[in-house]
């Protein structure tokens, strides 16, 4: 629902109001109506009592409507001079005829069996009186009914002016990676209970912001100084193949450069990996974990085969399955893999297990290389960090893209010391089995 919540607010109490406001007005200016003509009736009966006691009282008609503003009528019935349209035998209470000058209250009383007491009024006269009874006591009501709209209209303004000061304070926050670091959180003092959730929601958006903007400065930053050392190197050997004079000399300088070329190009697919697995939205699907770890090994194998490692593979009876994304479980696993391989010694093993976890499908990767240090363990999954000492090839993206992989998957991924001797232990652990 769009538009403005003050208005919705202010609109719909306003409604409210007016439609209760009016409804106890008519009903107050009712009551108020009814109630001085149940007065008014009370009063002719009070004059005929009193005119009943008068012996001496005057019967005229038009004296009688001379003496007061409410014009009533009195008339001693037999003798007295009544009006042409007041009937004769009209017998006792209450009643309403057409006179000369419009309709008539008339209030009969028999003050003795062959004596009647008449007393009537007009009307309009009456209807006047009991109107201007009835508007006396509607209009403290209508005046109490404007001012309760604009109360309303006021707090409901008031009660909103937190959330438009918040808004204020969003934007007057700096934008920009140099002010990352600088965005600060919403204040919660002073607020509604109801919006209390929303602004922490906020703050915790707005410190997820900053991190992962931070990260992605960090990140940037070294992926410059990562690229700038093999283009550097790049651009020394292209000088150094320039300046061959021979073809023999050429040859020599070429070799150096198309490594550096395959260094420079496997940084830049690992970088667009590492934006590829962050941005997602790769497709899913039903994913046989064990034939996609089989798939792998044939394809790694020549590798394994040329050192001499004993590339082996070990699965539970079932075939456990999953609905995923199968390019990146491939992703994640072939580096695994390589790295497995790679830190393995010559001649020595790597071995791979399919299992299951309760609900969640494991693989292991494990090789019989020097190990990681385990205070060294989390630092490996920082993008651009290499392990001392190693003498491993590498930009030091693979495990990060690796790990960023697998927590958008909803897995995880750790690296273990060997349960059986040394060398390093690579778990993935993913969704639930189906």
Known sequence: MRGSLERRLSRTLALAIGTIGLVAGIASFAFAYFDAQELQDETLVQIAALASRQDGASNTPDRA???????????????????????????????????DEGRYRVFVRASLPDARIVVAQPTETRDEIAINSALRTAAPMAGLLVLLLWLVARIVRRELAPVRQLAQTLDAQAVGTQAVARLQPLPEADLPEEIVPFVRAINRLLERVSRALTEQRRFIADAAHELRSPLTALSVQVQNLEAATSAEAMRARVAPLSEGINRARRLTEQLLSLAKTQAGGAARAKVDVARLVRDLIAEVFPMAEARGIDLGLAEDSSSPTLESEPATIRLILRNGLENALRHAPAGGEVSVRVWHDGERIVVDVSDNGPGIPEEERERVFDAFYRLAGSGAEGSGLGLAIAREAATRLGGTLGLHARPA??????????????
């Open 421 to 434: 001797g040394a060398g390093t232990l690579f778990r993935l652990s993913l969704g639930r089995a189906s």
């Open 65 to 99: 409507a001379h003496e007061s503003e409410s014009r009533v009528i009195v008339v001693r019935l037999p003798g007295g001079t009544a009006p042409r349209w007041l009937p004769v035998g009209l017998p006792g209470g209450f009643h309403t005829l057409e006179g």
